[in-house]
């Protein structure tokens, strides 16, 4: 009889399906990211400046080892300037089998978002492909139903094997 109900416990966890997303925030918009693709979060550090590489490649650190490109994503979304400080934070993501850093604002914290929390993402004009977001995620802050966060989703596998990344292998190599 206990095996029966385990299984059935199972099953049920399945179709609820919920994701664990990292939140972080580029200027006034706050993302979201697979937190299984998140290897670690540190401080930004002195980086090694690569020739020829487009702007938002802000060269490569030695991480214990691993040669990882580091990609300034508020370049890459054009938004704005750039500032480098103690707040500046990098998170190591392990995508598309290899290891990369992106230059994020701030890190905000991890939400755990179900299949009914993330709406298509809308036809907006913005100057992130629309192919790299997977969608809305909202999350009712509680106490007024008006004030959900809203997180975009980005599909950050995607973003950076696209094609501007190769140019980071040619650049490293």
Do not use: C, H, W
Not at 1 to 10: H, I, K, L, S, V
Not at 30 to 38: N, R, S, W
Not at 107 to 117: G, H, I, K, R
């Amino acid at each position: 009889m206990g095996m029966m109900m385990e299984t059935t416990r199972f099953a049920e966890e399945a179709t609820v399906r919920t994701q664990e997303y990292l939140t972080f925030r580029l200027g006034a918009e706050e993302y979201g990211i697979d937190i299984l693709k998140v290897q670690e979060i540190r401080g930004y550090d002195t980086v090694t400046r690569i020739a020829n590489a487009p702007d938002f490649i802000k060269g490569v650190i030695n991480l214990r080892g691993v040669i990882v490109p580091i990609v300034d994503l508020r370049l890459k979304f054009r938004l704005g300037e750039a500032k480098y400080d103690s707040f500046t934070v990098v998170i190591i993501l392990n995508v598309a089998n290899r290891v990369v850093g992106a230059v994020v604002d701030s890190v905000s914290d991890v939400l755990e978002l179900n299949a009914e929390q993330v709406r298509p993402a809308p036809e907006f004009n913005s100057m992130l492909d629309a192919s790299y977001i997977m969608g809305i995620g909202s999350v009712s802050s509680g106490a007024d139903e008006n004030q959900d966060r809203m997180l975009i989703l980005v599909d950050i596998e995607k973003l950076m094997s696209a094609a501007d990344m190769a140019l980071v292998d040619a650049a490293v190599a």
